[in-house]
């Protein structure tokens, strides 16, 4: 294929800092300069004029569910809801237009946001409730965490003997295996085609965002294998990584799980607990605003170590959801123990993942790096609950809460750091996640801008298993997978005071990013390309 060279913009790149151009041969980087040794070393390149534009290499997004995400975009939508009677009304209003037999998926309400003079409409909806505005029709609503919902007595009776099940309760959200059986139940409800469309439709989302390869994180609680074999069989530009969360006896059956499941690793979203917002995190503490309850443990310390040592025996990736202390506490000893048996190096060798991570020590980090660990965080969580008086602060207390995401901590502990957006828990959106992880609610924790934009790039595929010091660049020799974003102010910063001030003096030949401060306009995408293929396009160029 012939060259093409971008000029006129302003290039991200480590080695030639103030780059405006750079040439892509065959998918590959193979220049990076200035305009006029451009087309001189380039004469019969395709030019593309980038008109100021800003070029950098291309996001990646370690934790989606594409499914969900895209019945997010297609159907209901509850982020927004201010209270329970506007979450009911939306329901109302949304069932006359589903077909015969079709499921309503609502998803993102989150309660702890909810105001008003009105207490009784700051608490969750009833299956009463929703059932009185549902007209006998199936329907999910599932907090903004995904790990409890509301579900319809349509939907309920779908599943044989629920009662029966942890986390059930036949008024309140339903958590643990209640939930996952009703979100089952609710998933053999959707047609193929349907299925089709909602990941097509996340994966457009992700393009136009400037993402070239997600990590979709899929398991048996979770979507199913239906929705995971799908996911292997869809043709789309952006990459795929597929994780499937289900603990493993030894290596034979890693591998065996592995082929049969056509995953790329074995972790992801492997439950060990649930999340702060449902009150199903497992701390070591019982939460502020319920005494009785520390969680829920889904994976014990003696399963954990299965699955690790499994996994590692074989060379698969492995991994866990974990958020809440009491599990951090489980699996980091776990990584201990077995990097004694093991060795640090067979461990780091599978660059195994925690996801989410969020309530991790100073100790702990020093394993988790010494162990090769990687984790794979979302400062939008930070953004959304992390304030005072927010979320955190009212299921943990506010000597808890101030210590969640330390992303500064973990990385000057060495640990390596993918940021990501846990879709549709948060928006796929990674300059606002970067800016989340820049301005976090304690600024101690908070991490620089270039920091945070190599969680986004280079930092998602080192969690995919790439590591070879130029994917997630525009460096030559890296592929090409880009950006090209309109972009107001350009700066070099550092996160907050306590970041050296060396880096943003000019003469340090620091590369600028885009300003992402609380009052900045954040950049738009114009195009997104990945081996040689334009997977969006603003029509601007």
């Given at each position: ?134 007209d006998n029709r199936p329907v999910y609503l599932a907090r903004i965490d995904e790990h409890s919902a509301v579900a319809s007595t349509a939907l309920r009776r779908l599943v044989p003997d629920l009662e029966q099940a942890a986390g059930y309760h ?160 489980a699996v980091v000893s776990v990584f201990d123990e077995l990097a004694t048996e093991l060795g640090t190096p067979a461990l780091a060798r599978c660059a195994h993942r925690l996801e989410h991570a969020e309530m991790v020590s100073a100790a702990q ?162 195009r997104t390309v990945h081996r040689d293929r334009i997977v969006f396009d603003r029509g601007e160029l």
């Amino acid at each position: 294929m012939p060259t093409e060279l971008l000029l006129g913009g302003a290039v991200y790149s480590a080695t030639v800092p103030h780059g405006t151009a750079i040439a892509v041969t065959d998918g590959m980087v193979v220049w990076v300069g200035s305009d006029d040794v451009g087309r001189a070393l380039h004469p019969d390149a395709h030019v593309t004029d980038l008109g100021g534009r800003f070029v950098a290499p291309a996001f990646v997004d370690s934790h989606v569910h594409l499914t969900s995400t895209g019945l997010a975009l297609l159907g209901l939508t509850l982020n927004d809801a201010t209270g329970r009677r506007d979450c009911l009304a939306r329901v109302g209003a949304a069932v006359p237009g589903l077909d015969d037999g079709e499921v309503l998926w609502g998803l993102g309400w989150d309660d702890s946001t909810w105001s008003g003079p009105d207490a009784d409409d700051r608490r969750f909806p009833t299956t009463s409730e929703l059932d009185a505005v549902a007209d006998n029709r199936p329907v999910y609503l599932a907090r903004i965490d995904e790990h409890s919902a509301v579900a319809s007595t349509a939907l309920r009776r779908l599943v044989p003997d629920l009662e029966q099940a942890a986390g059930y309760h036949p008024e309140e959200p339903l958590t643990a295996e209640a939930h996952h059986l009703v979100r089952g139940a609710a998933r053999q409800l959707l047609t193929p085609a349907h299925r089709a469309r909602a990941q097509r439709r996340a994966l457009d989302l992700a393009a136009s965002r400037g993402v070239v390869a997600v990590h979709e994180n899929g398991g048996p609680d979770i979507s199913g294998l239906d929705d995971f074999l799908a996911l292997a069989d869809l043709a789309h530009p952006v990459e795929v990584r597929r994780y499937w969360g289900q603990a493993v006896s030894d290596a034979d059956h890693a591998a065996e799980l592995a082929a049969i499941t056509r995953a790329d690793a074995l972790g992801g979203d492997l439950f060990i607990d649930g999340a702060i917002g449902s009150h199903t995190a497992w701390l070591t503490e019982p939460y502020a605003d319920d005494p009785q309850s520390i969680g829920i443990c889904y994976l014990d310390r003696e399963a954990i170590r299965t699955h690790v040592r499994a996994c590692t025996q074989a060379g698969i990736q492995a991994g866990f959801h974990v958020i809440g202390d009491a599990g951090t506490e489980a699996v980091v000893s776990v990584f201990d123990e077995l990097a004694t048996e093991l060795g640090t190096p067979a461990l780091a060798r599978c660059a195994h993942r925690l996801e989410h991570a969020e309530m991790v020590s100073a100790a702990q980090a020093d394993v988790l790096a010494r162990c090769g660990v990687i984790a794979s965080m979302q400062p939008l969580f930070d953004a959304a609950w992390g304030g005072p008086g927010e979320l955190y602060s009212q299921r943990l207390g506010d000597h808890r809460a101030p210590g969640l995401n330390d992303f500064a901590m973990l990385a000057k502990a060495g640990v390596a750091l993918s940021f990501s957006s846990d879709a549709p828990v948060t928006d796929i959106d990674p300059w606002a996640t970067i800016r989340a992880a820049v301005h976090h609610h304690r600024p101690r924790n908070a991490i620089s801008a270039r920091g945070a934009f190599a969680a986004c790039t280079r930092g998602g595929w080192r969690a995919g298993g790439i590591n070879d010091g130029l994917t997630g660049t525009l460096e030559p020799g890296a592929r090409a997978a880009y950006a090209i974003w309109n972009v107001e102010d350009m700066v070099v910063a550092g996160s907050h005071a306590g970041v050296a001030r060396w880096s943003t003096d000019p003469r340090s030949r620091v590369p600028a990013l885009p300003d992402v401060a609380p009052d900045a306009s954040l950049p738009t995408c114009v195009r997104t390309v990945h081996r040689d293929r334009i997977v969006f396009d603003r029509g601007e160029l």
